[in-house]
């Protein structure tokens, strides 16, 4: 059918009105079972939150899938429900909402796709488990610390499927690869390295609130973060490199490479010794997170070296040269050779001598939708290649680097950490992100680099100890929009 932007407004309105006549209302925070399980045949039906980003990619997703159904749309942005009308010229038009809280008692949801800005995701998730959907949330799956252990005891308590978005998981090439490694095709592994080495350009130097975007509510927007209008050029997006509202490329690319290293070394559980250094290094602009950042995580046997460039890089890195130019990827370190992950989706391993081990390739993005969804039919959050529990573990990595980080001292370019000083990988890693500095020119001056402070850390409890860091595991809750804890 030929559908007009009218037609889509109008019936977006219309539905959104009806479903919400027609369903009692369900007080937040208020906990009720699934009424059903799926049948095979029967289809899943979904709400997409967030529309810009990735959210694009959800919507393809779901599309693609027959076993499923989009029946809501929702976005503070009227634009951003606009701009995807067209994905459903062939399709019966969904509900459009543009308050998350009015798909929480709207019985023709069974599990919402969120990709908000990072602040929001842990509150819509456990507002939608509460109401008895699953749910597909992207990473980081929380903002603090706090509140993915939150997440992980309300899916467990409430029965309900949440998978973390780290596609990675389900690219048929990277479980290959990871399965290599566990089965011993390096040796022993005990070191392994993320990479994030990804331009990204200023946000620039404003002195004014950004714009709003018409008809955008900014409350909604807000949530739990305070409702004040952020100083920089534009609202969407450069949400990443506000500390209120975003995590940094620590949590924002690198949760993709911080998870795949955590599995491949096999670890359950937060580490036990943690510090990052760096800073907003070269840029001078309305961002607060760091662009260029170096974290060490220590468990006791095993080290995973995290490092986020975001400058130009003038000098290609040396390391895992055989697997071509990296960016975006994972080095893992065992004792017979090493094995490097280029992409989401493939992997090749070298013994020490340059002789290839193996190599593996293949997957999409839809596979781990698909995954979510067989584990919404089945009732087994085993059966998810991404459970809330693992995204928890993942996306805390992110979030301790940055508290280390924030408790840091302005230092001069030569100063190191004192954690694993002396082990191969760290020093080779440290020499060459002061290398990359000099080589931009950065001013030390103005963008001055920091070392954070060193953490220690009782995976049991999930805590250091230390008050001035225990404090950042978790935020400040504007009124109405606080967790709900178990």
Not at 166 to 179: F, K, P, V
Not at 327 to 351: H, R
Request: net charge neutral.
């Amino acid at each position: 059918m030929t559908v007009t932007r009218r037609d889509f407004v109008e019936h977006a309105l219309a539905m959104a009105g009806a479903a919400l006549a027609a369903t009692p209302t369900l007080a937040l925070g208020q906990e009720r079972a699934a009424e059903k399980n799926l049948g095979p045949n029967e289809r899943l039906r979904v709400a997409v939150v967030g529309l810009n980003g990735r959210g694009d990619s959800h919507l393809s997703a779901w599309l693609s899938d027959p076993n499923a159904e989009i029946v809501s749309v929702c976005d503070v942005d009227p634009a951003a429900i606009e701009k995807r009308r067209s994905r459903f010229k062939d399709r019966r038009l969904p509900t459009a909402v543009q308050d998350f809280r009015k798909l929480l008692d709207d019985p023709t949801v069974d599990a919402v796709s969120i990709a908000t800005p990072n602040h929001w995701h842990a509150l819509m998730s456990i507002w939608a488990m509460q109401a008895g959907k699953d749910v597909y949330v992207e990473k980081p799956c929380s903002f603090t610390v706090d509140e993915g252990r939150e997440m992980t005891k309300w899916a467990r308590k409430l029965g309900r499927i949440c998978q973390m978005g780290a596609q990675s998981r389900s690219m048929t090439g990277m479980r290959e690869s990871i399965a290599f490694i566990h089965g011993g095709g390096i040796g022993e592994m005990k070191v392994a390295h993320a990479l994030c080495y990804k331009r990204r350009q200023s946000i620039g130097w404003v002195n004014a609130p950004a714009p709003i975007p018409p008809g955008l509510d900014f409350d909604l927007w807000a949530g739990p973060a305070p409702a004040i209008v952020p100083v920089r050029q534009r609202l969407h997006y450069d949400w990443h490199w506000n500390r209120l509202t975003g995590n940094g490329d620590l949590g924002n690319q690198n949760p993709h490479e911080l998870d795949k290293a955590r599995w491949a070394l096999g670890k359950n559980e937060l580490p036990k010794r943690v510090v990052s250094m760096g800073g907003r290094l070269g840029y001078v602009d309305n961002g607060d997170t760091a662009n260029s950042q170096l974290t060490i995580f220590q468990w006791d046997d095993a080290l995973l070296i995290s490092e986020v460039r975001g400058l130009e890089i003038k000098t290609p890195p040396t390391i895992g040269r055989k697997a071509g130019p990296l960016g975006v990827a994972n080095i893992y370190w065992g004792t017979k050779g090493y094995l490097v992950t280029p992409n989401y989706a493939s992997g090749v391993a070298f013994d020490y001598d340059g002789n290839e081990l193996g190599k593996w390739t293949g997957g999409s993005d839809k596979l781990h939708f698909e995954n979510f969804a067989a584990a919404v039919r089945s009732r087994n959050y085993a059966d998810l290649h991404l459970d809330v529990e693992d995204g928890h573990y993942s996306s805390a990595l992110a979030h301790l680097g940055n508290v280390s980080w924030m408790l840091g001292e302005r230092v001069p370019l030569g100063t190191r950490p004192t954690l694993a000083a002396s082990e191969p990988h760290v020093v080779a890693t440290l020499e060459g992100f002061e290398q990359h500095l000099k080589e931009n020119g950065v001013d030390f001056t103005d963008t001055p680099l920091v070392l954070g402070r060193e953490l220690t850390v009782d995976p049991r409890t999930e805590r250091t100890g230390d008050p001035a860091a225990d404090a950042l595991f978790t935020r400040d809750y504007r009124k109405g929009y606080e967790l709900p804890r178990v």
